[in-house]
């Protein structure tokens, strides 16, 4: 069995699964901030979901990049782990 640096590699190595894993980053980028600031603030998901007055499940799904999250719901994230939110648009 191949550890998954190397089946990351050979899946990314045909172009089509490239261009969708491309297309996925942003969505990934913001996951990835979102656990960043849940762990900084030292919560768990449970306690985000708390603050927020939702649920763990959402939280969860908010943390897996699967879906981009509305600025309303990053906001509240933000309050939830004592951040701010920060936007900006960069050139390629």
Known sequence: MADLS???????????TRAEYDAQAPEFA?????????????????EIAQRMSTT????A???SGRSLPSLRTLARY???TGSRTVIKLVAP
Request: glycine share 2%; hydrophobic share 40%; charged share 25%.
């Open 56 to 59: 763990q499940s959402t939280i």
């Open 30 to 46: 913001i996951a990835r901030e979102l656990i960043a600031a849940r762990v900084r603030a030292g919560l768990t998901q449970t």
């Open 6 to 16: 190397t089946l990351k590699n050979r899946l990314l190595s045909n172009r089509q």
């Open 78 to 80: 933000a309050e939830a």
């Open 61 to 63: 799904r908010l943390e």
